[in-house]
């Protein structure tokens, strides 16, 4: 077995520290190599520090299930889904998924319109913050937007951004989030079940909550996915909705059929739960990123102006002509290592990595943010520097060893493109339009909420925003 933090045998090695999540495997790294175990209450967590280690793992069949950690599955009975099941029902979510995802947008024009609405509305929130000439934080709308792209795929609309269901709704995905941390400590520590009565044990690690918020998200999608029902045309699928209810149709008397009404639900929150957040936080970490780093933001803005006339949007087929802005994209995903050890996968039968056992049921983590930070991939790796991704003629490099924001292999994020495409739209329309610097006398700092070492959320800070003429 892989050397490591073995502690105590039902307990787990709990840290007596005050260090950050990262130093602390930073730490583990030099003193046990590319792999090791850290095991966190019973659970045997196997943390890998190496691209090609990483690569190997997440390729092979037996690494593919996710851990069958009830949290991780909005504390529902069945693996439903795509970020969290397993097998047939996994495989053919991700490929309807990722089937939408080409059909909506990317090449044709749906999604990228979606984008450009609301990259628009995001454009009046920061014009409303530049009036306003005071230090405020980036525009609540930001959150509104990205939720609008997802229901535009999903459900075809797009909600206006005061509109309070939609508020609502942002709010409660954000709690569901929030409260994910406390409701994993019983698949960490499963004999609590034995001392504290259940009633007990739901309301203080936040189970109720979270089935709460839960079924009121549910709630959401069943409203949407009835009206779709009703008003399907199978001569012209309008979304995702529409073409999962045509492949529930067409499937129903295959033996090995996977697709339900409430399979459906669970891909819903999934894309809500995985495309939110990470999109909106990577959007602010460029800003406080550029804010810090202010030649960085007048080179894009250099790169913006000769490439967009002003007032366009850019579109996919910009991305070759602004290799500044995807270079400070790249960059920032690297510093931010928002998913700082990745989504877990668990070994689904006892296997062999690195030249040791990884025995069935351990959890596998990349540590991206070591690797993201590692002096073996990267030269000054804890310098903002979008130069790096550049090469001598100014050209887009896209090589990059040791570079994962998305994941690498056979679970690798399905929603990269357009994640991508978001980020691209959206940040150089910002830095047409505005200049944003650290409000004088203030400081802008870097660190994550130090709360969740998991997701490396900003901390919400004040900025100045200034029209640019
Ligand atoms: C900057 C934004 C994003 C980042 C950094 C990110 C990162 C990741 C990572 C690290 C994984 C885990 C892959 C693995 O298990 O090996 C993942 C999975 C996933 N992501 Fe994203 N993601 C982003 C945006 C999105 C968006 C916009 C969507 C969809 C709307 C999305 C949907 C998913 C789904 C469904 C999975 C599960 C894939 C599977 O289990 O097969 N993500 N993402």
Redesign the pocket.
Known sequence: LPPGRWGLPLLGYIPLTTKSMSQQLTDLRNKHGDIYIWRMGTQLMVFLHDHNLVREA?NRPEIQDRPDWRSFRFNLEEKLG??TSNDHV?LNN?RF?LKQLRDLGMGKSKLVEAVHTQTRLLLEEFKKQADGRKPMPVPHGLNIVIINI?WQMVAGKQFALDDPRINEFNDMTDDLITSFGLTAAPDFLPWLKYLIPSPILKHVFHINAMDNLRDRLLQYFKEEIDHHKETLDPDNPRDLIDAYLMEMEERKDQPDNTFNENDLFIVIL??FF??KE??AS?LVWLIYYLATYTEAQHKMQAEVDEVLPKGTLATLQDRARLPYTEAVIHET?RVSS??ST??S?AASKDTMLGGYVIPKGAIINSSNITIHHSSRYWDEPHLFKPERWLDNNGKFNTKKEGFM???I?K??????G??RMEMLIFSSALMQNFTITIPPGATLSLESVPRNPFFRRHIIQNLMVTARN
Request: proline residues 3%; charged residues 10%; glycine residues 12%.
């Open positions: 997440f795509i970020l996994w991700r998924t997802v999934d894309l995985a495309g990470t999109t990577s995903l928002l998913i990745g989504v996968h924001p998305f994941s292999g679970r690798q994020c399905v929603g990269e357009l994640a």
